[in-house]
């Protein structure tokens, strides 16, 4: 006895989108897992992916009245496939594409905090030669260096001009606001200020470029 699973037509082209839906869940996380191990090329897997995000996205759009939630629907035929429904349900673009766009994220972020400590390099060194030697001027001034080079990644805690900038904040903190900086101690400062940008410049990547 033949045992129909549908009714008529809508029926039909119902159970054929699921099937349609479950093959792509299927066959992404099958690729997910062979770009995590290497057994495909990036711009193989990107390639592949893309077609079947697209896939995906008309699919479900298409199946949206009955299928409102992709992960109900994998639950419910036990598919257990979580790098597929990250990938087509919360990212919505290949791995390749992510990594890509958080590499470029981090360039422009660090670019800019770059731009920052030599702004802020170039005030302090600028006050002193204009004799704004007080406390309340210089304090300022050093803490945001401070605070610009510390957000900086590529450079080491060690970092010379961290280690300056904490030991002037430190020894201005214990000075009155009103108190200025002798002589000796402006230039003193500025020189560690020059050779600490010196420093600086030298370790930012490419800097001889």
């Known amino acids: 006895m033949e045992v129909k699973l549908w009714n008529d037509k809508r029926e039909r082209d119902m159970y054929e989108n699921f099937a349609e839906l479950y093959a792509i869940i299927r066959a992404t996380e099958k690729l997910e897992k062979a770009y995590i191990r290497d057994i495909i090329s990036p711009s193989e897997y990107e390639i592949e992916c893309q077609k079947l995000i697209t896939h995906f996205k008309t699919l479900a759009s298409t199946l949206k009245d009955t299928i409102p939630n992709i992960e109900q629907f994998a639950d419910t035929y036990k598919m257990d496939c979580p790098a597929a429904i990250n990938r087509l349900v919360v990212s919505g673009v290949p791995a390749t594409v992510e ?38 001027q210089v304090h300022p001034l050093l803490s945001d260096l401070s605070a610009s080079l510390n957000k900086l990644t590529i450079l080491p805690p060690d970092f010379e001009g961290k280690t300056k900038m904490r030991d002037w904040i430190s020894r201005l903190s214990k000075m009155g606001a009103a108190d200025e900086l002798t002589e000796q101690q402006a230039r003193q400062l500025h020189f560690d200020l020059e050779s600490s940008y010196n420093s600086f410049m030298a370790a930012l990547p490419n800097s001889g470029t």
């Open 99 to 136: 990594h890509r766009a958080a590499a470029a994220t981090s360039s422009t972020t660090s670019a800019a905090i770059v731009a920052e400590c030599v702004q802020n390099f170039i005030t302090a060194m600028d006050s002193l030669k204009l004799n704004m030697v007080a406390v309340d």
